[in-house]
């Protein structure tokens, strides 16, 4: 304050009375401040399905592996968390939004996402699915656009996951890389999604089951009482809530062509066939723990000679 007085105003003031004048103006903050106490913001949500914050996560992406996810603010359900060849294509975010809206048979009141352009399609699906209600959020309100730091809730949940289940993936793929069998190049990218993608996306599908029922303890930051996130998203009213979603038809979510998007696993057609040329030959099974995808990738990287 002293030095906006100098600066913008041309006020030659001593420190000592602009500081005695703040305490007089302001007590209250200058005791926070002199306490050095950090504030959090307090979360508001009316109910389940008022408010999804999706969110890709790219810790994995060095690697070829991206992770898309969606989590409802009221609840902290896990909507869907989905590993493929990219979060960066908005055809593909769009699909595992519809698929979600499709299972759940609901369209949320409002959408948050960041800024990046993969999340295009989708906001123009959300503010389409919409545009025929009457509330306050309906049309092109039901989608926000913020930074990615305050997508509170999807952004807290990458967090907890790096801790729990990310940071075995980053290590192992490290030691693959460290030892000489990963060079980063498209082709190992290709590989290592063909041979891993199925294990990471049954892990997270544990992730998912696992978090969605645990209990989550209160918090004096947020208005969302504490619970298991499924119990909170399926019977709001225990909580003196209720959902705020708006019930949707599989009718209308066939209108949008994303809706039938076909993902190769691999993200390269040409090497897709002929990794499985490959396998077929060889007569290799598909692998079902992380061993047995290191082992095959292995095998398949000597090969194939990438």
């Not at 906006?4 to 103006?25: G, P, S």
């Not at 898309?68 to 902290?76: H, K, L, T, Y």
């Not at 309100?141 to 075995?168: L, P, V």
Request: neutral net charge; hydrophobic residues 35%; aromatic residues 12%.
């Amino acid at each position: 304050m002293w030095q906006v007085l100098k600066q913008k105003h041309h006020l030659k003031v001593k420190r000592d009375d602009v500081m005695k004048i703040l305490r007089e103006l302001n007590p209250h903050g200058c005791q926070m401040r002199t306490r050095r106490r950090f504030i959090r913001r307090t979360y508001h949500s009316l109910g389940p399905n008022y408010m999804w914050h999706a969110d890709g996560y790219d810790k994995l992406k060095p690697f070829g592996l991206a992770i898309s996810g969606c989590i409802d603010g009221f609840s902290r359900k896990v909507l869907w968390l989905e590993c493929g060849p990219t979060n960066n294509n908005p055809v593909v975010i769009a699909y595992y939004y519809l698929s979600c809206v499709g299972s759940l048979g609901v369209v949320p009141m409002r959408l948050r996402t960041d800024c990046g352009t993969e999340n295009g399609i989708m906001a123009a699906v959300q503010c389409a699915l919409r545009h025929h209600h009457d509330d306050h959020f309906s049309g092109e309100s039901s989608h926000m656009f913020g930074s990615s730091t305050n997508n509170q809730r999807i952004e807290s949940w990458w967090s907890i996951y790096r801790k729990g289940r990310a940071q075995f993936w980053l290590e192992l793929f490290a030691d693959l890389r460290d030892a000489g069998y990963f060079n980063g190049s498209h082709e190992h990218q290709c590989l290592l999604r063909f041979c891993f993608t199925d294990i990471v996306q049954k892990d997270l599908d544990e992730c998912v089951k696992l978090w969605n029922t645990h209990r989550i303890r209160p918090s004096r930051t947020a208005s969302c009482p504490g619970g298991v996130p499924n119990e909170l998203y399926y019977l709001p009213h225990r909580y003196s809530s209720r959902d705020c979603g708006f019930l949707i038809q599989q009718s209308e979510l066939d209108t949008f062509p994303e809706s039938r998007l076909s993902v190769v696993v691999c993200g390269d057609s040409n090497i897709q066939e002929y990794l499985d040329f490959v396998m077929d030959q060889n007569h290799f099974q598909k692998p079902v723990c992380w061993e047995s995808a290191t082992e095959l990738y292995m095998k398949l990287l000597e090969i194939a000679n990438f």
